[in-house]
């Protein structure tokens, strides 16, 4: 079984930067579809990036496009969602998750089979 832990998280102000990372451990996902989720007070979980195994694909919400870019390095078996020009509402608790079923790009939840703890990120304004 995977383990999904995402760091680097926090408060940053309206128009900065932040890379989340997520780091898998106990089972490769080098060959698996891997995403961000993520989930605002009150709102449903929604999609935000997806990157086929390869690194080679990529899919953004229209939210986020142009402003964050999804990255993965197999070697390290390791996710990576940069995140600039931040606005407030991108204000959430923000989910990685692999599916093992797929290579390669997936905006939907439950094509997912194992999720991260979720990490804060604040957006202040």
């Known amino acids: 079984q995977v383990q999904l832990v995402e760091s680097g998280g926090g408060l940053v102000q309206a128009g900065g930067s932040l890379r989340v990372s997520c780091a898998a451990s106990?089972?490769?996902?080098?060959?698996?579809?891997m995403g961000w989720f993520r989930q605002a007070p009150g709102k449903e979980r929604e999609f935000v990036a997806t990157?086929?195994?390869?690194?080679?694909?990529?899919k953004y919400a229209d939210s986020v496009k142009g402003r964050f870019l999804i990255s993965r390095d197999n070697a390290k078996n390791t996710v990576y969602l940069q995140m600039n020009n931040l606005k407030p509402e991108d204000t959430a608790v923000y989910y990685c998750g692999v599916s093992y079923r797929y290579s390669g790009l997936s905006q939907w939840g439950p094509d997912y089979d194992y999720w991260g703890q979720g990490i804060q990120v604040t957006v202040s304004s």
């Open positions: 106990g089972r490769t996902v080098s060959s698996s579809t």
């Open positions: 990157i086929a195994w390869s690194g080679r694909s990529t």
